[in-house]
């Protein structure tokens, strides 16, 4: 999809000045009015959430609500999002802030999280899918499916991908970010090869309740692919000669003397 595309550049044109914020007490004074006058518009969010479900403790760093990067730890990582931000992923100078979180999820969970159960109230969001394909559409070239799943929250879910109603096996990671208010939104993506007669099916299962989200996508508004091109050249091509044929029969036919009777 053209968002996609232009939002991943436009990031990665900011990427290096956000790297900075965590580390902003090495910062001098004197830059920090610059600092605010170019920043006073956009915000960089670092949110850790907690929970009884899977995944029990997640981390997301967003910029404008677009996911820059979540944090895998079973293997202590940062993951990009995007295949150009993945240099940024390896700074490691924030790990021991990131155990420290770790930490006190883990201990909110273990001795906060049963005293209150039952005694406060409980959200619930049910989540909203919805299909497109990240690059305009030809059929016969390689693309990618993006499963876009919103009104997200607790942030637990399950995504799996049908075509023509048989299960797709191989399917990359969920990604969750932390949006503003206390939601969360998530992406899955599928690569493929369009055909004429596909048809793709994203199912999102909320784990708490069960709930279950499904969003389709059938081919539309497909680009003319290399071989209906060539047949279309070939067929106005074909036209082209029958005319220039059909018409210097009826030049020399005209141009015949009339015999008289």
Known sequence: MDHEQSQGATLLQLLRLLWLLPHSWATPAALAPLWRDDLQNHTFRHTVFCQDGSPSIGLTETYDEDLLFSFDFSRNTRVPRLPEFADWAQDQRDASAIVFDKGFCEA???????????????????????????????????????????????????????????????????????????????????????????????????????????AYWVPQNALPSDFLENVLCGIAFGLGVLGIIVGTVLIIYFRKPCSGD
């Open 108 to 214: 909110m969970i273990e001795h906060i999280g049963p005293a209150l159960e039952g005694k406060i109230p409980v959200s619930r969001g049910f989540p909203v899918a919805e299909v497109f394909t990240m690059k305009p559409l030809e059929f016969g070239k390689p693309n990618t499916l993006v499963c876009f799943i919103s009104n997200l929250f607790p942030p637990t879910l399950t995504v799996n991908w049908q075509h023509n109603s048989v299960p797709v096996e191989g399917v990359g990671p969920t990604f969750v970010s932390a949006m503003d208010g206390l939601t969360f939104q998530a992406f899955s993506y599928l690569n493929f090869t369009p055909e004429p007669y596909d048809l793709f099916s994203c199912i999102v299962t909320h784990e708490i309740d069960r709930h279950t989200a499904i």
